[in-house]
């Protein structure tokens, strides 16, 4: 069945840690979205993509950055984590080409623990 | 910014009962608004979603209604099920939000046996 992966699922590391999140799709969808997710705070963009060669920032992008390796990858990045960054990491896909371009299809999450 | 709340937080239905989810925006010109299951364990999944210029769309047990006058929409689920158990989230597309998407906060619905 065509998926949305991430890696890892869980980890612990401590502050300061460079640690990088990753995404992988077989949907064949050309959209890619990053979003974190907190008790009584929903989901919250973090970073999105329509294609290889478009980043854009969502709404809590400070602390995080991205790479679009390909159409089917989107890593997130925490180039120095920090404790309040912990949270449930979500990474969806959408297609651009279809009339449901707004249909979000979500991978597993990664729960990220920063001591 | 754009803005979608969500209530109840938590929502607690006897099995066989009904329950409903609200959800209120604040772009006028929104025009698309899904709703998302979360499953223990799992990411979100669509399961219903309306479109602005329609008022009501039913799926079997689950429907959602829109009023746009009043900018809110609403989750109902009826002849509850214990597998309904799970967290649900409402989203917008905000009219110039190029095509993203904007959360409500969550609810957490318990099915009791």
């Known amino acids: 069945d065509a998926d949305v992966t991430q890696t890892p699922r869980n980890r612990i590391t401590k502050t300061g840690k460079r640690i990088m999140l990753e995404c992988s799709q077989t949907?064949?969808?050309?959209?890619m979205y990053w979003y974190r997710q907190d008790p009584g705070l929903g989901l919250r963009l973090i970073y999105y993509?329509?294609?290889?060669?478009?980043?854009n920032k969502g709404e809590i992008s400070d602390g995080y950055s991205v790479s679009r390796q390909a159409q089917a990858k989107f890593s997130l990045s925490l180039e120095s984590a920090i404790p309040n960054q912990t949270a449930l990491y979500f990474c969806?896909?959408?297609?651009?080409?279809?009339?449901?371009?707004?249909?979000?299809?979500f991978g597993p999450g990664t729960r990220l623990t920063v001591l | 910014g754009e803005n979608v709340e969500q209530h109840p937080s938590t929502l607690s239905v006897q099995e066989g009962d009904s329950a409903v989810i609200k959800c209120t925006y604040s772009?006028?010109?929104?025009?698309?608004f899904p709703w998302y299951k979360q499953e223990l364990g799992k990411g979100p999944q669509l399961i219903i979603d309306?479109?602005?210029?329609?008022g009501e769309k039913k799926d079997q047990r689950i429907a959602v209604t829109l009023n746009k006058t009043a900018k809110h929409f609403s989750l109902h689920i009826t002849e509850t099920q214990p597998e309904d158990s799970a967290v649900y989230f409402c989203?917008?597309?905000?009219?110039?939000?190029?095509?993203?998407?904007?959360f409500g906060t969550g609810t957490r619905l318990t099915i009791i046996p």
């Open positions: 989203a917008a597309e905000f009219a110039f939000g190029n095509e993203k998407l904007t």
């Open positions: 993509s329509f294609d290889v060669k478009d980043i």
């Open positions: 949907k064949g969808h050309d959209r």
């Open positions: 772009d006028s010109a929104s025009n698309y």
């Open positions: 969806a896909t959408s297609d651009s080409g279809t009339h449901r371009v707004n249909e979000q299809f």
């Open positions: 309306i479109r602005s210029n329609v």
